[in-house]
Protein backbone atom coordinates (compact mmCIF):
# COMPACT_ATOMS: atom_id res chain seq x y z
CA UNK A 1 0.00 0.00 0.00
CA UNK A 2 2.60 2.32 0.99
CA UNK A 3 4.20 1.63 -2.37
CA UNK A 4 2.04 2.03 -4.71
CA UNK A 5 0.97 5.64 -2.92
CA UNK A 6 4.23 6.50 -3.24
CA UNK A 7 4.94 5.50 -6.41
CA UNK A 8 1.66 7.08 -7.75
CA UNK A 9 2.68 10.37 -6.22
CA UNK A 10 6.35 10.13 -7.96
CA UNK A 11 4.49 9.72 -11.45
CA UNK A 12 2.25 12.74 -10.31
CA UNK A 13 5.15 14.76 -9.62
CA UNK A 14 7.05 13.79 -12.39
CA UNK A 15 4.42 15.05 -14.78
CA UNK A 16 3.95 18.26 -13.14
CA UNK A 17 7.49 18.75 -13.45
CA UNK A 18 7.70 18.18 -17.51
CA UNK A 19 4.67 20.83 -17.33
CA UNK A 20 6.70 23.67 -15.52
CA UNK A 21 9.80 23.26 -17.07
CA UNK A 22 7.92 23.42 -20.22
CA UNK A 23 6.45 26.69 -19.03
CA UNK A 24 9.68 28.24 -17.67
CA UNK A 25 12.02 27.46 -20.46
CA UNK A 26 10.09 27.36 -23.48
CA UNK A 27 10.41 25.04 -26.73
CA UNK A 28 14.03 26.13 -27.69
CA UNK A 29 15.74 25.49 -24.25
CA UNK A 30 13.48 22.50 -23.63
CA UNK A 31 14.55 20.81 -26.44
CA UNK A 32 18.91 21.03 -24.91
CA UNK A 33 17.46 19.55 -21.77
CA UNK A 34 15.42 16.68 -23.71
CA UNK A 35 18.87 15.83 -25.02
CA UNK A 36 19.47 14.54 -21.54
CA UNK A 37 16.42 12.77 -21.44
CA UNK A 38 16.73 11.24 -25.36
CA UNK A 39 20.88 10.77 -23.97
CA UNK A 40 19.69 8.58 -20.59
CA UNK A 41 17.89 4.99 -20.87
CA UNK A 42 20.85 3.95 -23.68
CA UNK A 43 23.92 5.88 -22.18
CA UNK A 44 22.89 4.29 -18.81
CA UNK A 45 22.48 0.88 -20.65
CA UNK A 46 25.79 1.00 -22.77
CA UNK A 47 27.75 2.75 -19.49
CA UNK A 48 26.52 0.05 -17.30
CA UNK A 49 27.84 -2.93 -19.97
CA UNK A 50 23.27 -3.65 -19.33
CA UNK A 51 24.29 -5.66 -16.43
CA UNK A 52 21.21 -4.14 -14.58
CA UNK A 53 19.24 -5.90 -15.95
CA UNK A 54 20.56 -9.97 -14.82
CA UNK A 55 21.41 -8.21 -11.91
CA UNK A 56 17.77 -7.44 -11.48
CA UNK A 57 17.43 -11.37 -11.88
CA UNK A 58 20.27 -13.44 -9.98
CA UNK A 59 20.55 -10.89 -7.15
CA UNK A 60 16.64 -11.33 -5.94
CA UNK A 61 17.62 -15.11 -6.36
CA UNK A 62 20.69 -15.03 -4.74
CA UNK A 63 19.34 -12.93 -1.79
CA UNK A 64 16.31 -15.55 -1.40
CA UNK A 65 18.35 -18.49 -1.10
CA UNK A 66 20.04 -17.09 1.42
CA UNK A 67 23.45 -17.53 -1.19
CA UNK A 68 26.82 -16.87 0.43
CA UNK A 69 27.67 -15.13 -2.64
CA UNK A 70 25.15 -12.98 -2.36
CA UNK A 71 26.71 -9.40 -1.01
CA UNK A 72 29.74 -10.30 -2.54
CA UNK A 73 27.72 -10.31 -6.09
CA UNK A 74 26.41 -6.98 -5.05
CA UNK A 75 29.54 -5.63 -4.37
CA UNK A 76 31.73 -6.24 -7.28
CA UNK A 77 28.88 -5.41 -9.43
CA UNK A 78 28.88 -1.32 -7.86
CA UNK A 79 32.17 -1.86 -8.25
CA UNK A 80 31.85 -2.52 -12.22
CA UNK A 81 28.87 -0.09 -12.73
CA UNK A 82 31.44 2.16 -11.16
CA UNK A 83 34.02 1.78 -12.84
CA UNK A 84 32.29 1.61 -16.40
CA UNK A 85 30.00 4.45 -15.92
CA UNK A 86 33.11 6.23 -14.98
CA UNK A 87 35.37 5.28 -18.04
CA UNK A 88 32.29 5.71 -20.44
CA UNK A 89 31.45 9.24 -19.21
CA UNK A 90 35.28 10.35 -19.34
CA UNK A 91 35.37 9.27 -22.53
CA UNK A 92 32.41 10.84 -23.85
CA UNK A 93 32.84 14.11 -22.02
CA UNK A 94 36.25 14.01 -24.04
CA UNK A 95 34.57 13.12 -27.66
CA UNK A 96 32.32 16.14 -27.24
CA UNK A 97 34.65 18.86 -25.60
CA UNK A 98 36.80 17.97 -28.59
CA UNK A 99 34.17 17.66 -31.69
CA UNK A 100 31.48 20.12 -30.26
CA UNK A 101 28.77 18.49 -31.94
CA UNK A 102 25.86 21.06 -33.39
CA UNK A 103 25.59 24.48 -31.54
CA UNK A 104 26.80 25.45 -28.10
CA UNK A 105 23.61 24.93 -26.35
CA UNK A 106 23.96 20.83 -27.64
CA UNK A 107 27.69 21.11 -26.83
CA UNK A 108 27.05 21.86 -23.14
CA UNK A 109 24.09 19.61 -22.70
CA UNK A 110 25.50 16.93 -24.18
CA UNK A 111 28.51 17.50 -21.70
CA UNK A 112 26.53 17.54 -19.04
CA UNK A 113 25.09 14.69 -19.72
CA UNK A 114 27.76 12.52 -19.13
CA UNK A 115 27.26 12.95 -15.16
CA UNK A 116 23.76 12.70 -15.76
CA UNK A 117 24.44 9.40 -16.99
CA UNK A 118 27.09 8.45 -14.00
CA UNK A 119 24.89 9.04 -11.23
CA UNK A 120 21.80 7.71 -12.66
CA UNK A 121 23.84 4.44 -13.48
CA UNK A 122 24.75 4.39 -9.28
CA UNK A 123 21.01 5.12 -8.56
CA UNK A 124 19.30 2.80 -10.55
CA UNK A 125 21.83 0.02 -9.19
CA UNK A 126 20.90 0.82 -5.77
CA UNK A 127 17.17 0.26 -6.76
CA UNK A 128 18.24 -2.88 -8.00
CA UNK A 129 19.94 -4.03 -4.58
CA UNK A 130 16.32 -2.55 -2.97
CA UNK A 131 14.23 -4.83 -4.86
CA UNK A 132 16.53 -7.58 -4.75
CA UNK A 133 16.04 -7.51 -1.10
CA UNK A 134 12.45 -6.93 -1.51
CA UNK A 135 12.85 -3.52 0.79
CA UNK A 136 9.42 -1.80 -1.39
CA UNK A 137 8.74 0.70 0.82
CA UNK A 138 12.22 2.40 1.01
CA UNK A 139 12.48 1.67 -3.29
CA UNK A 140 8.94 3.54 -3.10
CA UNK A 141 10.39 5.93 -0.93
CA UNK A 142 13.30 6.69 -3.21
CA UNK A 143 11.31 7.36 -6.28
CA UNK A 144 8.94 10.00 -4.62
CA UNK A 145 11.79 11.36 -2.80
CA UNK A 146 13.73 12.04 -6.28
CA UNK A 147 10.56 13.14 -7.75
CA UNK A 148 9.95 15.71 -5.01
CA UNK A 149 13.57 17.04 -4.91
CA UNK A 150 13.52 17.29 -8.60
CA UNK A 151 10.35 19.08 -9.46
CA UNK A 152 11.93 21.80 -6.60
CA UNK A 153 15.32 21.85 -7.51
CA UNK A 154 15.01 21.59 -11.45
CA UNK A 155 12.08 24.37 -11.75
CA UNK A 156 14.29 26.46 -9.64
CA UNK A 157 17.49 25.89 -11.51
CA UNK A 158 15.40 26.84 -15.11
CA UNK A 159 14.01 29.97 -13.31
CA UNK A 160 17.42 31.33 -12.32
CA UNK A 161 20.25 29.83 -15.25
CA UNK A 162 17.66 28.03 -18.22
CA UNK A 163 17.67 24.63 -19.39
CA UNK A 164 21.41 24.39 -17.87
CA UNK A 165 20.67 25.40 -14.00
CA UNK A 166 17.83 22.62 -14.87
CA UNK A 167 20.40 20.10 -15.53
CA UNK A 168 22.51 20.59 -12.98
CA UNK A 169 19.94 20.50 -10.34
CA UNK A 170 18.77 17.08 -11.88
CA UNK A 171 22.59 15.99 -11.10
CA UNK A 172 22.66 17.28 -7.58
CA UNK A 173 19.56 15.82 -6.68
CA UNK A 174 21.01 12.09 -8.05
CA UNK A 175 23.95 12.83 -5.91
CA UNK A 176 21.73 14.00 -3.30
CA UNK A 177 19.34 10.65 -3.00
CA UNK A 178 22.16 8.17 -4.17
CA UNK A 179 24.48 9.22 -0.86
CA UNK A 180 21.33 8.66 1.07
CA UNK A 181 20.49 5.34 -0.09
CA UNK A 182 24.22 4.35 -0.09
CA UNK A 183 25.34 5.72 3.72
CA UNK A 184 21.06 5.33 4.95
CA UNK A 185 19.79 2.40 3.32
CA UNK A 186 22.44 0.32 2.17
CA UNK A 187 25.57 1.00 4.13
CA UNK A 188 26.95 -2.60 4.43
CA UNK A 189 26.99 -2.38 -0.23
CA UNK A 190 30.58 -1.68 -0.73
CA UNK A 191 32.07 -1.26 -4.38
CA UNK A 192 34.87 -4.04 -4.92
CA UNK A 193 37.24 -4.96 -7.69
CA UNK A 194 34.74 -6.98 -10.31
CA UNK A 195 35.95 -10.50 -11.10
CA UNK A 196 36.57 -10.91 -14.70
CA UNK A 197 34.81 -14.20 -15.14
CA UNK A 198 31.57 -12.89 -12.99
CA UNK A 199 31.85 -9.76 -15.28
CA UNK A 200 31.97 -11.74 -18.61
CA UNK A 201 29.09 -13.81 -17.43
CA UNK A 202 26.33 -11.17 -15.98
CA UNK A 203 27.54 -9.02 -19.66
CA UNK A 204 26.57 -11.97 -21.52
CA UNK A 205 23.31 -12.49 -19.66
CA UNK A 206 22.57 -8.99 -20.08
CA UNK A 207 22.63 -8.85 -24.10
CA UNK A 208 19.41 -10.57 -24.60
CA UNK A 209 17.80 -8.68 -21.99
CA UNK A 210 19.34 -5.19 -23.31
CA UNK A 211 18.28 -6.05 -26.89
CA UNK A 212 15.02 -6.71 -25.34
CA UNK A 213 14.86 -3.27 -23.48
CA UNK A 214 15.95 -1.93 -26.65
CA UNK A 215 13.20 -3.60 -28.78
CA UNK A 216 10.49 -2.89 -26.18
CA UNK A 217 11.49 0.71 -26.56
CA UNK A 218 11.08 0.60 -30.41
CA UNK A 219 7.85 -1.11 -30.42
CA UNK A 220 6.42 1.15 -27.76
CA UNK A 221 7.22 3.88 -29.72
CA UNK A 222 6.85 2.70 -33.01
CA UNK A 223 3.51 3.75 -33.81
CA UNK A 224 4.12 7.20 -32.73
CA UNK A 225 6.98 7.23 -35.04
CA UNK A 226 4.71 6.44 -37.90
CA UNK A 227 2.26 8.89 -37.28
CA UNK A 228 4.78 11.72 -36.99
CA UNK A 229 6.22 10.72 -40.35
CA UNK A 230 3.56 10.09 -42.36
CA UNK A 231 0.56 12.26 -40.49
CA UNK A 232 2.54 14.80 -39.23
CA UNK A 233 -0.67 17.13 -38.72
CA UNK A 234 -2.36 14.74 -36.38
CA UNK A 235 0.81 14.12 -34.34
CA UNK A 236 -0.86 16.07 -31.79
CA UNK A 237 -4.05 14.32 -31.82
CA UNK A 238 -2.12 10.85 -31.58
CA UNK A 239 0.42 12.19 -28.53
CA UNK A 240 -3.13 13.38 -26.53
CA UNK A 241 -4.89 9.82 -26.94
CA UNK A 242 -1.43 8.10 -26.00
CA UNK A 243 -1.80 9.41 -22.41
CA UNK A 244 -3.88 6.24 -21.81
CA UNK A 245 -1.22 3.68 -23.03
CA UNK A 246 1.16 6.02 -21.00
CA UNK A 247 -0.52 5.56 -18.01
CA UNK A 248 -0.66 1.42 -18.46
CA UNK A 249 3.01 1.29 -18.77
CA UNK A 250 3.47 3.22 -15.42
CA UNK A 251 1.26 1.51 -13.90
CA UNK A 252 2.05 -2.18 -14.81
CA UNK A 253 6.26 -1.05 -14.44
CA UNK A 254 5.31 -0.12 -10.66
CA UNK A 255 3.25 -3.79 -10.36
CA UNK A 256 6.33 -5.55 -12.08
CA UNK A 257 9.15 -4.12 -9.51
CA UNK A 258 7.15 -5.35 -6.11
CA UNK A 259 5.57 -8.40 -7.66
CA UNK A 260 8.19 -9.24 -9.95
CA UNK A 261 11.00 -9.17 -8.11
CA UNK A 262 9.78 -10.70 -4.69
CA UNK A 263 8.74 -13.72 -7.20
CA UNK A 264 12.36 -13.85 -7.92
CA UNK A 265 13.41 -13.69 -4.60
CA UNK A 266 10.68 -16.41 -3.15
CA UNK A 267 11.86 -18.36 -6.03
CA UNK A 268 15.33 -18.36 -4.65
CA UNK A 269 13.64 -19.01 -1.36
CA UNK A 270 12.30 -22.49 -2.63
CA UNK A 271 8.98 -21.68 -3.71
CA UNK A 272 8.12 -23.90 -6.63
CA UNK A 273 8.03 -22.47 -10.08
CA UNK A 274 4.46 -23.59 -9.90
CA UNK A 275 3.21 -21.69 -7.34
CA UNK A 276 5.12 -18.80 -8.61
CA UNK A 277 3.47 -18.96 -12.21
CA UNK A 278 0.18 -19.07 -10.63
CA UNK A 279 0.72 -15.77 -8.69
CA UNK A 280 2.31 -13.82 -11.72
CA UNK A 281 -0.65 -15.34 -14.07
CA UNK A 282 -3.33 -14.18 -11.77
CA UNK A 283 -1.57 -11.01 -11.18
CA UNK A 284 -1.19 -10.09 -14.93
CA UNK A 285 -4.64 -11.78 -15.38
CA UNK A 286 -6.26 -9.35 -12.70
CA UNK A 287 -4.77 -6.15 -14.79
CA UNK A 288 -5.83 -7.20 -17.80
CA UNK A 289 -9.48 -7.98 -17.07
CA UNK A 290 -9.83 -5.11 -14.25
CA UNK A 291 -8.38 -2.63 -16.79
CA UNK A 292 -10.99 -4.34 -19.53
CA UNK A 293 -13.57 -4.07 -17.77
CA UNK A 294 -13.24 -0.51 -17.05
CA UNK A 295 -13.19 -0.05 -20.84
CA UNK A 296 -16.96 1.01 -21.19
CA UNK A 297 -16.30 3.89 -18.50
CA UNK A 298 -13.45 5.33 -20.80
CA UNK A 299 -16.00 5.57 -23.49
CA UNK A 300 -18.62 6.72 -21.48
CA UNK A 301 -15.87 9.57 -20.32
CA UNK A 302 -13.94 9.87 -24.26
CA UNK A 303 -18.08 10.72 -24.77
CA UNK A 304 -18.47 13.44 -21.86
CA UNK A 305 -15.18 14.60 -22.87
CA UNK A 306 -16.27 15.11 -26.75
CA UNK A 307 -19.21 17.81 -25.72
CA UNK A 308 -17.58 19.42 -22.83
CA UNK A 309 -14.75 21.47 -24.12
CA UNK A 310 -12.41 18.68 -26.15
CA UNK A 311 -14.67 19.06 -29.13
CA UNK A 312 -11.36 20.02 -31.09
CA UNK A 313 -9.80 16.67 -29.85
CA UNK A 314 -12.41 14.57 -31.61
CA UNK A 315 -9.66 12.08 -33.50
CA UNK A 316 -8.03 11.45 -30.55
CA UNK A 317 -10.99 10.93 -28.31
CA UNK A 318 -11.86 8.44 -30.72
CA UNK A 319 -9.05 6.39 -30.58
CA UNK A 320 -8.26 6.12 -26.86
CA UNK A 321 -10.26 3.03 -26.02
CA UNK A 322 -7.99 1.36 -29.07
CA UNK A 323 -5.02 2.65 -26.97
CA UNK A 324 -6.17 1.82 -23.71
CA UNK A 325 -7.05 -1.77 -24.80
CA UNK A 326 -3.27 -2.13 -25.99
CA UNK A 327 -1.93 -1.16 -22.72
CA UNK A 328 -4.12 -3.30 -20.56
CA UNK A 329 -3.38 -6.51 -23.12
CA UNK A 330 0.90 -5.44 -22.48
CA UNK A 331 0.26 -5.94 -18.82
CA UNK A 332 1.06 -10.04 -19.78
CA UNK A 333 5.02 -9.04 -19.66
CA UNK A 334 3.93 -9.85 -15.93
CA UNK A 335 4.08 -13.33 -16.52
CA UNK A 336 7.29 -13.20 -18.48
CA UNK A 337 9.12 -13.81 -14.98
CA UNK A 338 8.33 -17.00 -15.31
CA UNK A 339 10.84 -16.80 -17.89
CA UNK A 340 13.36 -14.73 -15.95
CA UNK A 341 13.18 -17.28 -12.86
CA UNK A 342 14.45 -20.04 -15.34
CA UNK A 343 16.91 -17.69 -17.21
CA UNK A 344 14.88 -18.12 -20.65
CA UNK A 345 16.28 -14.91 -21.84
CA UNK A 346 16.08 -15.67 -25.81
CA UNK A 347 12.21 -16.72 -25.04
CA UNK A 348 12.18 -12.70 -23.86
CA UNK A 349 14.02 -11.25 -26.66
CA UNK A 350 12.06 -13.66 -29.09
CA UNK A 351 8.39 -12.07 -27.62
CA UNK A 352 9.32 -8.47 -27.62
CA UNK A 353 10.92 -9.38 -31.07
CA UNK A 354 7.60 -10.71 -32.31
CA UNK A 355 6.00 -7.28 -31.15
CA UNK A 356 8.74 -5.35 -32.84
CA UNK A 357 7.98 -7.16 -36.07
CA UNK A 358 4.61 -6.62 -36.32
CA UNK A 359 4.65 -2.59 -35.18
CA UNK A 360 7.38 -2.34 -37.70
CA UNK A 361 6.36 -4.42 -40.50
CA UNK A 362 2.47 -2.68 -40.08
CA UNK A 363 3.90 0.30 -39.91
CA UNK A 364 5.57 0.30 -43.17
CA UNK A 365 2.50 -1.71 -44.62
CA UNK A 366 0.22 1.10 -43.91
CA UNK A 367 2.87 3.83 -44.61
CA UNK A 368 2.58 3.10 -48.02
CA UNK A 369 -0.92 3.77 -48.77
CA UNK A 370 -3.28 6.39 -46.69
CA UNK A 371 -3.27 5.55 -43.03
CA UNK A 372 -5.41 6.90 -40.56
CA UNK A 373 -4.43 7.50 -37.09
CA UNK A 374 -6.72 4.82 -36.32
CA UNK A 375 -4.81 2.68 -38.26
CA UNK A 376 -1.84 2.96 -35.94
CA UNK A 377 -3.83 2.82 -33.00
CA UNK A 378 -4.93 -0.58 -34.04
CA UNK A 379 -1.45 -1.26 -34.93
CA UNK A 380 -0.46 -0.83 -31.78
CA UNK A 381 -3.43 -3.06 -30.25
CA UNK A 382 -2.22 -5.86 -32.30
CA UNK A 383 1.26 -5.60 -31.62
CA UNK A 384 0.96 -5.76 -28.04
CA UNK A 385 -1.57 -8.42 -28.42
CA UNK A 386 1.05 -10.93 -30.65
CA UNK A 387 3.39 -9.99 -27.84
CA UNK A 388 1.42 -10.54 -24.87
CA UNK A 389 0.28 -13.99 -26.55
CA UNK A 390 3.74 -15.17 -27.59
CA UNK A 391 4.47 -14.73 -24.00
CA UNK A 392 2.34 -16.10 -21.90
CA UNK A 393 2.68 -19.36 -24.62
CA UNK A 394 6.32 -19.10 -23.92
CA UNK A 395 5.78 -19.51 -20.29
CA UNK A 396 3.38 -22.48 -20.39
CA UNK A 397 6.00 -24.59 -22.78
CA UNK A 398 8.87 -24.11 -20.29
CA UNK A 399 6.38 -24.75 -17.19
CA UNK A 400 5.11 -27.79 -18.28
CA UNK A 401 8.06 -29.21 -19.68
CA UNK A 402 8.86 -32.76 -18.11
CA UNK A 403 12.45 -31.65 -16.89
CA UNK A 404 11.39 -28.63 -15.07
CA UNK A 405 10.54 -28.99 -11.06
CA UNK A 406 7.24 -27.62 -9.79
Excluded at 33 to 46: D, E, K, R
Excluded at 48 to 64: M, N, Q, R, W, Y
Excluded at 216 to 233: G, K, M, N, Q, Y
Aim: glycine share 10%; hydrophobic share 55%; with cysteine.
Amino acid sequence: MVYGVCMGLASVLGLAKTVLLAKLLGSAELGYYGLVVIVLPLGTLISTFGILSPLGVELPIAFGAADSNARGLRDRALGLVLAGATATGAITLVVVLATSPGDAGTTTALALSTLTVLMTAVFEFYLVVLRARVRLVALGSGYLARSALALAATTTGAAMFGYRGAIVAEIAVLILIVAYIAMGLEPSTRPRWPRRSEAACLIRIGVPLSCSSLLLIVVVFADRAFVASTLPEDLGQYTFASVVSVAWFAVIGFVTQAVGSSALHEFGAGRSLLSIRRHLARTAAALMVGGLLALPLLVVVVRGLQRTGFEAYGPALEIMPILYAGGAVSAASIYGYVLLALRRFPLLLASTGLGVAVALGGGFALAAGQPTIADFAWLFLASQLSSACFTVAACEFVVRRPRVSL
